[in-house]
């Protein structure tokens, strides 16, 4: 069963930080390209960030360029999204998708059509 897990949402303050995981399970997550999307209350999801099936090429939304960094741990089977700097308009549900290999060659890659597996979301929360 393809399975994509998120986690390490929560509650923290403008200018904080949170560490958000994504750990696939029943695939193997070298052969798709990975992305972080977003859905505010009320509002579209949208792509944030996405990381190449190699973890050599990153790509970021212009809103979180300089604060977000995606990684991966292909020993661990899990991506990450560091956010730093964060403000309060980041508040939303994240969510973490898979999609095939060369979706991140293209435009698309911050489009959630493109992408065939979905995790449950992690919310994640900036007030003071």
């Known amino acids: 069963q393809l399975q994509l897990v998120e986690s390490g949402g929560g509650l923290v303050q403008p200018g904080g930080s949170l560490r958000l995981s994504c750990a696939a399970s029943g695939f193997t997550l070298d052969y798709y390209t990975i992305g972080w999307f977003r859905q505010a209350p009320g509002k579209e999801r949208e792509g944030v960030s996405c990381?190449?099936?190699?973890?050599?090429?990153?790509d970021y939304a212009d809103s979180v360029k300089g604060r977000f960094t995606i990684s991966k741990d292909n020993a661990k089977n899990t991506v990450y999204l560091q956010m730093n700097s964060l403000k309060p308009e980041d508040t939303a549900v994240y969510y973490c998708a898979a999609g095939p290999p060369a979706l991140y060659y293209s435009d698309q890659r911050f489009l959630r059509e493109k992408y065939d597996y979905w995790g449950q979301g992690t919310q994640v929360t900036v007030s003071s």
């Open positions: 990381i190449s099936s190699s973890g050599g090429l990153t």
